[in-house]
C-alpha cells in the first residue's frame, strides 16, 4: 500500500515507474485553447487510437485497388474480418475464441440475444432487470415483453435500491431471483451500472438465476476492456457490449457478444437468420436451407461494416499488447490516486463531496461517481473551460473515469488543481 500525497512531484514519479505510460502517445487527445484536454469521459466515448487511421486507411486501400475482390483478397480480407476478434476479444471477456463474435450495435445485439433467450410461456415469462437501468435497455425489455404479447408492467420486475442508499445490493437482487422463482425466465442486468459504477457480482447473480431455471444475460456497455470478466467460467448464458466506451472503437462502432459454448449445438434456440450467420464453408453457395455456423458466429446475421470494425481492431491489438492484467493494476492505483486527490480537496476547500461509487476494489472499475454537496452546473462549465472533460449529471454528480491506456498520474494532481479553484471562484 503506498502512501499518496497531493504533489505535482509525487504524481510525476508514479507516472515515471507506470509500465503502460508510453501508451498516451498511441491517443489522440481533444484539445481546449490548444491544450491537451484531461479526458475523463472515455467510459462514454473512448479515445482514438492512432493506430485506428493505419487499420482503416488499409480498407479504404483495398477497396480502392480491389473493389468486390476484397472480399477474397485484401490483406485482411473482407468475409471473415470479424473472425480475427474472437481470440483476443475472448480475452478481453473471459471467453473461449469461439464464444465471441462482434455485429451490429448494442442494443440491436441484445434484441438478438433475446430472441433465443427469453422465450417466455403462460407460467414463466417474467424478466428481472435493474431500477432505472440504462434507457436503451429499457426500451428493449418493454418492446420485447410486448412483442411476446406480454404486459411489460407485470413481466418486468425492477430490483430497487434500498431507501437513502445509492447502490444495489447483490443480496437483494439474488432475493428478488428467488422470490420471482419458476416464474422468473430471464436476468438481464448491466454488469456495471452507467451512473454510479457499481459493479455487481455477476457470478454469483448468474448462479442465483440458473438455479431457478432462468437464462442469465448481460449488458457489458461499461465493463468491456475496463474489469476483469470470467463469462465462461461464469457460465453467463449470453452478453453483450459496445466497443466505443472503453474499448476506444470510435463513435457506433460495432458491439461484440457472447454466448456460451453449452448453447452452440442447441438446435431449439430459435435465432435471427442471415447469410453471414450460415455455414461458413457453405456461405456464398446460395444454398435454400438456413444452417447455422458453429459457435457465437452462428448469431451473426447480416454482413458487418468493415470500416466499422476496421478501428475496433486497431483497438483490440492493443489489449492484447497490454494485457488484462497490467492494465487492471494500473486502473486500481489511478483511480485509488483521483479517489485520494478528490479527498484531499474535499478538506483543502472545506467541500462535501460524496463518493457514491462503492470504495471496495471488487466493486468497481475505473469510474468514480461523486456527489458534490453545495455546488452547481457553473463547476462543470468551469472544468470544461479549464480543459477538463467531465460528465455532469444533476444534481452536482460528476462522473470521472481514468483510463488505464491513457491517463497519467500527473492529470489527476492537476484536475485536483482545478477542482480546488473552481470551487474557490464560485
Ligand atoms: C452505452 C450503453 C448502451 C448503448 O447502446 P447502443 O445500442 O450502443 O446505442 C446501452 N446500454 C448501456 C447499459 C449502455 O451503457
Same mark, same amino acid.
Given at each position: 500500500m503506498i502512501i499518496f500525497e497531493n504533489t505535482r512531484e509525487f504524481a510525476k514519479n508514479l507516472d515515471s515507474q507506470d509500465p503502460l505510460a508510453k501508451y498516451k502517445e498511441e491517443f489522440n487527445f481533444p484539445k481546449v485553447d490548444g491544450e491537451k484536454a484531461i479526458y475523463f469521459t472515455g467510459n462514454s466515448l473512448g479515445l482514438q487510437p492512432?493506430?485506428?487511421k493505419t487499420y482503416i486507411d488499409e480498407v479504404m486501400n483495398d477497396w480502392a485497388d480491389l473493389a468486390v475482390e476484397g472480399h477474397f483478397f485484401a490483406d485482411k480480407p473482407w468475409w471473415d474480418y470479424h473472425e480475427r476478434f474472437s481470440e483476443p476479444l475472448g480475452k478481453v471477456v473471459g471467453a473461449l475464441p469461439s464464444e465471441v463474435t462482434v455485429m451490429n450495435t448494442l442494443t440491436v445485439n441484445?434484441? @438478438? @440475444? @433475446?430472441?433465443?433467450?427469453y422465450q417466455p410461456t403462460e407460467k414463466r415469462f417474467k424478466i428481472i432487470c435493474e431500477e432505472k437501468a440504462f434507457p436503451s435497455d429499457q426500451y428493449l425489455l418493454q418492446t420485447q415483453v410486448n412483442f411476446h404479447g406480454f404486459n411489460p408492467a407485470e413481466a418486468i420486475v425492477e430490483v430497487k435500491r434500498r431507501e437513502g442508499e445509492y447502490n444495489l445490493r447483490n443480496e437483494d =437482487? =439474488?432475493?428478488k431471483i428467488n422470490e420471482v422463482g419458476d416464474e422468473l425466465?430471464?436476468?438481464?442486468i448491466g454488469g456495471i451500472n452507467y451512473y454510479t459504477g457499481q459493479v455487481l457480482d455477476m457470478k454469483a447473480i448468474t448462479e442465483a438465476g440458473h438455479k431457478v431455471g432462468a437464462f442469465v444475460g448481460w449488458d457489458l456497455a461499461h465493463a468491456a476492456g475496463n474489469i476483469k470478466l470470467e463469462l465462461h467460467n461464469w457460465g453467463v448464458d449470453f452478453a453483450a457490449w459496445c466497443s466505443y466506451k472503453y474499448m476506444n472503437a470510435g463513435p457506433g462502432s460495432v458491439s461484440g457478444i457472447f454466448v456460451h459454448e453449452k448453447h452452440h449445438s442447441n438446435k431449439e434456440l430459435p435465432r435471427f437468420g442471415g447469410w453471414y450467420g450460415h455455414n461458413k464453408e457453405r456461405r456464398?453457395? @446460395?444454398? &435454400?436451407?438456413?444452417? &447455422?455456423?458453429?459457435?457465437?458466429?452462428g448469431w451473426q446475421s447480416s454482413c458487418t461494416g468493415v470500416l466499422a470494425m476496421a478501428p475496433y481492431l486497431a483497438s483490440v491489438k492493443m489489449f492484447e499488447e497490454v494485457g488484462m492484467d497490467a492494465l487492471f493494476e494500473k486502473r486500481d492505483k489511478i483511480t485509488a490516486y483521483l479517489e485520494f486527490i478528490i479527498e484531499e480537496i474535499a478538506k483543502e476547500v472545506g467541500g462535501n463531496f460524496e463518493l457514491i461509487t462503492p470504495k471496495n476494489l471488487n466493486e468497481r472499475g475505473s469510474q468514480l461517481s461523486v456527489l458534490l454537496h453545495g455546488e452547481g452546473k457553473e463547476l462543470f462549465h468551469y472544468l470544461m473551460k479549464e480543459g477538463v472533460i467531465v460528465d455532469w449529471r444533476e444534481p452536482a454528480v460528476i462522473r470521472l473515469a481514468p483510463v488505464p491506456l491513457y491517463s497519467s498520474y500527473e492529470e489527476m494532481y492537476e484536475f485536483g488543481q482545478i477542482l480546488k479553484r473552481g470551487i474557490q471562484t464560485k
Open positions: 492512432k493506430s485506428a441484445l434484441h @438478438m @440475444m @433475446m430472441v433465443s433467450f =437482487i =439474488i432475493a425466465a430471464l436476468v438481464l456464398f453457395l @446460395m444454398e &435454400p436451407n438456413y444452417e &447455422p455456423n458453429a459457435g457465437a458466429l
